[in-house]
């Protein structure tokens, strides 16, 4: 079975940038097979959309909070996808989750995701 480990979060302060990264074990996730994406979750919020990059690694797309901000790519070699998030806000505080989706070239909506991993903590102070 597939799963999904995140990696790279702390406490950083405002201004600061943040590099996470999704590695997945078990059933090996190609270049071909799943579109990635990142969503978050902020504490009394709904789950919200990140960014996406499609299954060739060519094609990606940025939720608003943080469009011009983050950079989502997926390393084919080392089987991972990394978000970059920069002049990172108070607001994007939450716990960032990696995910996969099958049977889509990129996705957006999650419930296209059929794989989610645990989630890491993000904490930017003022």
């Known amino acids: 079975q597939t799963r999904l480990a995140e990696s790279g979060g702390g406490l950083v302060q405002a201004g600061d940038s943040l590099r996470l990264s999704c590695a997945p074990s078990?059933?090996?996730?190609?270049?071909?097979?799943?579109?990635m994406g990142w969503f978050r979750q902020a504490p009394g919020k709904e789950r919200e959309f990140v960014a996406a990059?499609?299954?060739?690694?060519?094609?990606?797309h940025y939720g608003d909070s943080v469009s011009g901000r983050a950079t989502i790519s997926r390393t084919h070699v080392l089987n991972t996808i990394s978000l970059q998030i920069d002049n990172l806000k108070p607001e994007d505080t939450a716990v960032y989750i990696c995910?996969?989706?099958?049977?889509?070239?990129?996705?957006?909506?999650?419930?296209?995701?059929?794989?989610w991993g645990q989630g890491t903590q993000v904490t930017v102070s003022a």
């Open positions: 995910a996969a989706a099958a049977g889509t070239p990129i996705a957006v909506m999650e419930q296209l995701y059929n794989y």
């Open positions: 078990g059933r090996p996730i190609s270049a071909y097979d799943m579109a």
């Open positions: 990059v499609s299954t060739d690694g060519k094609a990606t």
